[in-house]
């Protein structure tokens, strides 16, 4: 059963073009993330939310922006996406460990 | 701050033999949490394993054993008889008490048969 869902899977935008990546748990977890992973590199935290507690990362683009409505869903909003935001875009809950959804790849053209 | 360091890039070998992934970590806590996650090429971390700081007990699930060793700060894993499905991205990743996991930069690991 499916417990972290990312939509869609996969991605296409245009430069400049904004873009909402969405994320829906149903493991009822108060803490979910965004990471962001590019090309042969290690996935690298953008922000947070403990509950409705919305945790940035000091170097994450003012370009990226999250909304957490609920306990199940999440959502990444990139307003202006550049060539360097393509990449696979993970969520994920934890609670005893992390638990990770399949990921979104953005493309940007 | 964590630091997690995978020293081999990347590793290639033969269906059947069996390999070692290395993984050394740094933190000053003395409560953590180690973990290996398998990212095939279809992108998902696949979760393998977590283990505390306070359990060296080593671990063996099937092919799979994992090596932790806090005098060295190690935390390997091996992968016993390699099948071409274990062709993958592996992570090694640290987590301590109010800290978000930190990873360390990744193998790749490329069964042949």
């Known amino acids: 059963d499916a417990m972290v869902i990312q939509n869609p899977r996969y991605q296409v935008t245009q430069f400049g073009k904004p873009v909402t990546l969405s994320c829906s748990q149903t493991l009822n977890h108060n803490v979910m993330y965004w990471y962001q992973q590019k090309s042969s590199q290690a996935p690298k935290l953008l922000f947070h939310y403990y509950d409705k507690d919305f945790n940035n990362e000091a170097d994450t683009p003012d370009n990226f922006q999250s909304r957490r409505p609920n306990t199940s869903f999440c959502f990444l909003d990139i307003r202006s996406p550049g060539l360097g935001d393509a990449a696979m875009y993970l969520c994920a809950t934890s609670r005893d460990r992390m638990y990770f959804g399949p990921g979104t790849r953005l493309t940007v053209l | ?113």
């Open chain 2, 1 to 113: 701050a964590q630091k997690v360091t995978q020293a081999q890039t990347e590793i290639s070998v033969v269906e059947k033999e069996d390999v070692t992934l290395d993984c050394v970590y740094e933190t000053r806590d003395t409560t953590y949490y180690l973990f290996w996650y398998k990212q095939p090429p279809s992108g998902e971390l696949v979760f393998l394993i977590r283990r505390n700081s306070f359990d060296e007990q080593n671990e063996i699930s099937g092919r799979y054993s994992w090596n932790f060793q806090k005098s060295t700060s190690s935390f390997n894993f091996t992968i016993t008889a390699s099948q071409v499905v274990d062709s993958a991205v592996y992570f090694c990743a640290l987590e301590t008490s109010g800290s978000r996991l930190t990873f360390g930069e990744g193998t790749q690991l490329t069964v042949n048969p």
